[in-house]
């Protein structure tokens, strides 16, 4: 029997996890993958062993060392959970390192970064004209290391620019929509739903009215979940068929976009469709107090997230043939489904 090719998933109970799991399911070459899952819940383990054939380690991202030899067993590897946690990339590298040095294997990560490395502080107030291309290299790297997600991304990068012990490959979708089908979610493994646009219309329901961060002028990126999903599997693809001329380290920085949006072009969205739903008397958007912002979403620096500038071009996926199906006119069609099903959770 020729000897299959191991990979190892963080994050398939997540909501890009489990899209990207099931397309590596219904691969054309799924037989020749062996894959292995990280979860926390035994009972998810369970039912991905039994209903879905894939191998399950139970355990959380604060199990290094249990992570740094999961990982180094392993040929390729997709970190969807979290594109944070300094440690947990620092020892899934520790495992990309003892692979190389014992087997002197080349193992490929797939990190998972996001478009958030390139906001600023516009609070709303205004759209800004850069826009960051993936080709441009020299781009990237000016941006500055105190950037947000720059910590975990510059560890990643370097892991293959510098050292040379793995090949490292970055994804960083934008605002990722639209409510996730597959048989996971179905099965309750993986998550539906997304993070930016739920935040906006759970706080929105809260307050009875779509809210805004100031004007909402300041420009962000979006894609269907689907379309990010199948970005990670375009990449995939290209790796293990032309690793030559599939960038990585520097080159390898990919943004999953197909399409920009004003984010006071979200919440009319929500306030309509608040409005048809009866759930506020008036759709037009209110801009979020400062008080509101703490109680909302967490920290005033996470609100004000949501009136950031993040403009970038996925120019180097769509070079390896990614084609998006979805659309802008998507990403806002989507709300009215998706304040429905928050509605109903309220
Ligand atoms: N969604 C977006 O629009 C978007 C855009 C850009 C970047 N991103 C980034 O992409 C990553 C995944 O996003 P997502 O939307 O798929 O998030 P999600 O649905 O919240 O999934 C997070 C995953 O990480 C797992 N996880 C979290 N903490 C864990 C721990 N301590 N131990 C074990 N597992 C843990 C969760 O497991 P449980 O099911 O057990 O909680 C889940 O599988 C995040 O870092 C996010 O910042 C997301």
């Known amino acids: 029997m020729a000897v299959k090719t191991p990979i190892f998933i963080t994050g398939v109970t997540g909501y890009i996890g489990g899209a990207i799991l099931h397309r590596l399911l219904t691969h054309p070459n799924a037989d020749t ?4 899952v990280l979860v926390r819940n035994p009972e998810k383990a369970r039912i991905l062993e ?11 991202h604060a199990e290094h060392d249990k992570i740094e030899q999961i990982v180094e067993a392993n040929h390729v590897i997709f970190h969807i959970a979290d ?11 520790r495992g990309l390192k003892n692979r190389h040095d014992k087997l002197g294997d080349l193992p490929i990560l797939i990190h998972t ?26 781009q990237l790297k000016a941006i500055p290391p105190t950037a947000f997600h720059r910590n975990v991304d510059l ?19 934008s605002t990722v929509y639209g ?7 179905d099965a309750g493994i993986s998550n539906a739903h997304s993070m930016q646009i739920p935040k906006l219309i759970t706080t929105s329901l809260v307050r009875k009215r779509a809210g805004v961060v100031g004007k909402g002028l300041a420009l962000w990126p979006s894609v269907h979940i689907d ?53 506020t008397d008036d759709p037009a958007p209110t801009p979020f107090a400062r008080e509101e912002l703490v109680p909302l979403f967490g920290s005033e620096w996470f609100g004000w997230y949501h009136g950031t500038n993040s403009r970038a071009r996925a120019d180097r996926a769509r070079a390896l043939g990614w084609k998006a199906k979805h659309s ?19």
Not at 116 to 136: C, F, H, M
Not at 179 to 185: R, T
Request: charged share 20%.
């Open 155 to 173: 560890l990643v990068i370097n892991a293959d620019a510098e050292d040379g012990y793995a090949r490292t490959y970055i994804v960083l979708p």
């Open 227 to 279: 379309d990010i999903a199948d970005m990670y599997i375009v990449l995939f693809d290209a790796i293990t068929q032309r690793p030559a001329t599939t960038g990585h380290g520097w080159e390898g920085l990919y943004f999953g976009e197909s399409g920009e949006h004003r984010w006071l072009d979200i919440s009319l969205a929500i306030g309509q469709a608040m409005h048809a739903l009866g759930l």
């Open 33 to 36: 993958f062996e894959i292995t």
């Open 113 to 138: 970064s996001g478009t958030g490395l390139l906001t600023d502080n516009a609070r709303g107030e205004y759209p800004t004209e850069t826009i960051y291309s993936d080709l441009n290299v020299e």
């Open 83 to 93: 594109s944070d946690d300094e440690p947990l990339i620092t020892a899934i590298l």
């Open 328 to 346: 802008t006119e998507d990403m806002l069609a989507s709300v009215r489904p998706e304040v429905e099903a928050w509605a109903k959770k309220q």
């Open 50 to 60: 039994s209903q879905f054939g894939v191998k399950t380690i139970v355990a959380s």
């Open 179 to 185: 409510i996730a089908k597959h048989p996971l979610v």
